[in-house]
């Protein structure tokens, strides 16, 4: 595979949020605004890939019996460098987010890409992987913080878009609108898929 | 007694772990295609959950607070858990065979679970004191336990309802816990 396949693939084929459909907290919990969603999706691209590198260049010196307990440390204090700088520089952020910073230790994408690619790659192969996981999720949750964002509490970045007039579809901010929410693009996203396969199957039978 | 029984309250139907605070929604998903799989997991996690934070909190209070290593939480409760899920799973196969056929697949899933971390970390940020930290575990428990039940038993319905081609799967599983959370949110006004 080429190198720029690793990359993209995380974008939109196997993008880990609907199609891969792993770490799906996140996107529900900390989605009501953008700030919050893309500040996540930050942290996760951030995490993911500095995890590839780091499990790539010790994958050789890893016992296999006791790999996931490393793999899991690491994420641990990569996680924890983070939530003190955001402690530090962003405490706002930090509080919006709150328990769902240290869940980013548990989310399982981190630990399927260390298990499934950074264990077996070199260090670039990991990293681009990394980079192109890492695109997709924030991508997700950019989009699905925009939507819930925009049509919960009228706003785009906390600014008006639609003026005074405009009732907010308080649904949208709440859990159950989160829900449906993502539901209803996961099955877009499948029927976008499969409508691509099926123009890519026509383009070779020509 | 009555502060206890308000936060009993709140953990399993207020503030539900996966219909409110999106939590462990990995093994909702995952495990609810099936009612007595759910069973067993909601059963599995809620004694997890009790146990791991009971000692997530002696730890935190007793080691990392005096010793001023309240930023290792992260990794401290990680490993805490882990090893202390492995380390039942092998006193659970060697005690009951029986039980570990019935909870034993579960038990690894539950190891790196969202649901599991966040419950010791809600309870240390919260500064619950020891019975408080076990109330609030206990009733989180239950709390998903009842959740996932309910969504297995709708789901098991829906394997005979006609869902449109691109909603199959987990699309309309997200729709489905739409609703029940919808419903839960109904709670919300009752303390």
Redo the contacts between chains.
């Keep these: 595979m080429s190198l720029w396949k690793v990359f993209t693939r995380g974008i939109i084929e196997e993008n880990p949020y609907f199609v891969l459909a792993l770490s799906l907290c996140p996107g529900l919990a900390v989605t009501t605004s953008v700030v919050n969603g893309l500040t996540m999706g930050l942290t996760v691209w951030f995490v993911i890939t500095s995890n590839n590198v780091v499990v790539s260049i010790i994958r050789k010196t890893i016992n296999k019996k006791v790999r996931v307990p490393v793999y899991i440390t690491c994420i641990a204090t990569i996680v924890t460098c983070v939530q003190l700088f955001l402690m530090a520089y962003a405490p706002d952020l930090y509080k919006a987010l709150g328990v769902y910073l240290d869940l980013v230790v548990v989310f399982a994408i981190i630990l399927a890409r260390a298990e499934s690619i950074a264990s077996k790659n070199g260090v670039v192969v990991s990293f681009l992987d990394g980079m192109g996981m890492g695109m997709g999720f924030t991508i997700a949750m950019f989009v699905i913080s925009v939507v819930r964002e925009l049509f919960g509490n009228g706003t785009l970045f906390g600014v008006s878009m639609f003026g005074a007039s405009y009732q907010p579809a308080l649904i949208m901010a709440l859990p159950p609108g989160a829900f449906m929410l993502i539901g209803f693009m996961m099955a877009g996203l499948k029927m976008w898929n499969k409508s691509r396969e099926m123009k890519k199957m026509k383009g070779s039978e020509a | 007694m009555g502060a206890y029984f308000t936060l009993f309250i709140g953990a399993v139907l207020i503030n539900n772990f996966v ?8 093994i909702f ?1 995952g495990v609810s295609k099936n009612l007595n799989a759910s069973i067993g997991m909601g059963f599995a996690v809620t004694s997890v959950i009790t146990l791991s934070t009971i000692l997530a909190w002696l730890l935190y209070n007793f080691i990392l607070v005096p010793f001023g290593l309240t ?5 401290t409760f ?2 805490l858990i ?2 202390f899920v492995q380390l039942l799973e092998i006193v659970i196969k060697k005690m009951s065979p029986t039980l570990y056929n019935m909870w034993g697949i579960y038990l690894m899933l539950i190891a ?3 649901i599991v ?2 419950v010791p ?2 309870s240390v ?1 919260n500064n619950y004191n020891f019975i408080q930290n076990i109330v609030f575990a206990v009733g989180s428990g239950l709390g998903f336990a009842l959740a996932l039940i309910l969504m297995a038993s709708a789901r098991e319905k829906l394997d005979y309802a006609d869902v ?1 081609e ?2 199959k799967g ?6 489905v ?3 029940l ?2 419903a839960f ?1 109904g709670f919300s006004g009752m303390l």
């Design positions: 219909l409110t605070k999106f939590l462990g929604l990995c998903f930023f290792l939480r992260t990794i990680v490993v882990a090893s790196t679970n969202c971390l966040s970390v809600l940020t449109p691109a909603l987990t699309p309309i599983a997200f729709i816990a739409g609703m959370s919808l949110l």
